[in-house]
């Protein structure tokens, strides 16, 4: 096999690749639906009073559709780890930096 | 094949040989979405701080209208859909698809940052200007910021629909498409955040 034809036998691989990377449309409909469905839920929070449960339920859905977005749209879960790390390492910076901030400002004693 | 082939294969770097066997381009997409949790982290913090200051003018549960958000951000959430539907047909090698779904998403876009204009109107004539309060100027500062986001994706969007229609695009499609896409599916999960911690949680 040539160089040239090597490089385009490649070209074509990755095309194949990217086909198979990630999840059918079915599948993104599905997980769109989910998110629908939490966002539902969230302003849900609005109408009922959800007592205690109020602020983790909030919370806990924030987080849940952050991530399955990242995860499923985003292509994390199905990508190569180098490309958590870039994301995640800024996340985990930024969510510690401000954490710290907010602290020192006794943000959570109130 | 080599290794460097192999791993090019697998992860889309299309025949140019690159150190990690990855997309560059992809690579440093990822790398400036990680320093922008860092701005949003800062905007939303000082949001947190001071919303609860008000000195003067309304307070957040007094102009923020809940069901109107939850449509915008509903409209926003399904953008992300319709971006990554963008992304399959990209990958599918279907110009006419990328281009539908791609404009799909700008309209969705374009109605979020019309909507948010609608919300900054309706606030500032019930009293809310950038300086009445910390309260006003964090949460113009930090929605303002994610809104010129998503103003931009729609430029980028637009701009992408017109290059795919001239066929001038340069090395690979899918790969352009796909980069775009993170961006766009970022300004949505930083608005996943916005949305609890700024509007369903009060004050």
């Known amino acids: 096999m040539t160089a040239a034809t090597?490089?385009?036998?490649?070209?074509?691989?990755?095309?194949?690749?990217?086909?198979?990377?990630?999840?059918?449309?079915a599948g993104y409909i599905r997980?769109?639906?989910?998110?629908?469905?939490?966002?539902?839920?969230?302003?849900?929070?609005?109408?009922?009073?959800?007592?205690?449960?109020?602020?983790?339920?909030?919370?806990?859905?924030?987080?849940?559709?952050?991530?399955?977005?990242?995860?499923y749209f985003m292509h994390l879960k199905f990508d190569n780890?180098?490309?958590?790390?870039?994301?995640?390492a800024?996340?985990?910076?930024?969510?510690?930096?401000?954490?710290?901030?907010?602290?020192?400002?006794?943000?959570?004693a109130a | 094949m080599s290794d460097v082939a192999v791993h090019e294969a697998d992860h889309g770097t299309h025949g140019h040989t690159t150190t990690t066997?990855?997309?560059?381009?992809?690579?440093?997409?990822?790398?400036?979405?990680?320093?922008?949790?860092?701005l949003f982290g800062g905007l939303i913090s000082t949001y947190m701080l001071y919303r609860g200051r008000v000195s003067e003018g309304p307070r957040p549960g007094n102009v923020f209208d809940i069901p109107f958000t939850s449509v915008s951000s509903f409209i926003l959430l399904m953008s992300s859909l319709t971006m990554v539907l963008?992304?399959?047909?990209?990958?599918?090698?279907?110009?006419?698809?990328?281009?539908?779904?791609?404009?799909?998403?700008?309209l969705l876009g374009a109605t979020f940052v019309g909507g948010?204009?609608?919300?900054?109107?309706?606030?500032?004539?019930?009293?809310?200007?950038?300086?009445?309060?910390?309260?006003?100027?964090?949460?113009?500062?930090?929605?303002?910021?994610?809104?010129?986001?998503?103003?931009?994706?729609?430029?980028?969007?637009m701009s992408l629909v017109g290059i795919i229609k001239r066929s001038t695009i340069p090395g690979d499609k899918a790969e352009?498409?796909?980069?775009?896409?993170?961006?766009w599916h970022f300004v949505d999960v930083i608005w996943i955040i916005i949305f609890t911690l700024v509007y369903l949680i009060p004050a």
């Open chain 2, 86 to 106: 963008a992304v399959s047909a990209a990958q599918n090698r279907d110009d006419r698809g990328t281009t539908l779904w791609l404009t799909v998403t700008a």
């Open chain 2, 21 to 38: 066997g990855l997309s560059n381009n992809k690579v440093a997409m990822w790398l400036f979405l990680g320093s922008e949790c860092l």
């Open chain 1, 81 to 88: 780890k180098l490309f958590s790390f870039c994301f995640y």
């Open chain 1, 31 to 71: 997980i769109a639906l989910i998110l629908a469905a939490m966002t539902a839920l969230e302003v849900s929070t609005y109408y009922v009073d959800f007592g205690a449960l109020f602020m983790p339920v909030l919370i806990i859905l924030m987080v849940v559709k952050f991530f399955i977005v990242v995860s």
């Open chain 1, 90 to 108: 800024g996340l985990f910076l930024a969510v510690m930096v401000y954490v710290i901030a907010l602290a020192t400002f006794k943000f959570f």
């Open chain 2, 116 to 157: 948010q204009v609608y919300e900054f109107t309706a606030m500032y004539n019930e009293g809310l200007g950038f300086t009445t309060s910390l309260f006003g100027s964090s949460f113009y500062a930090l929605t303002g910021f994610h809104g010129v986001h998503v103003t931009v994706g729609i430029i980028m969007l």
């Open chain 2, 176 to 183: 352009v498409v796909e980069l775009i896409g993170l961006y």
């Open chain 1, 6 to 25: 090597e490089t385009h036998s490649e070209h074509d691989h990755s095309h194949d690749d990217h086909a198979q990377h990630g999840m059918s449309n």
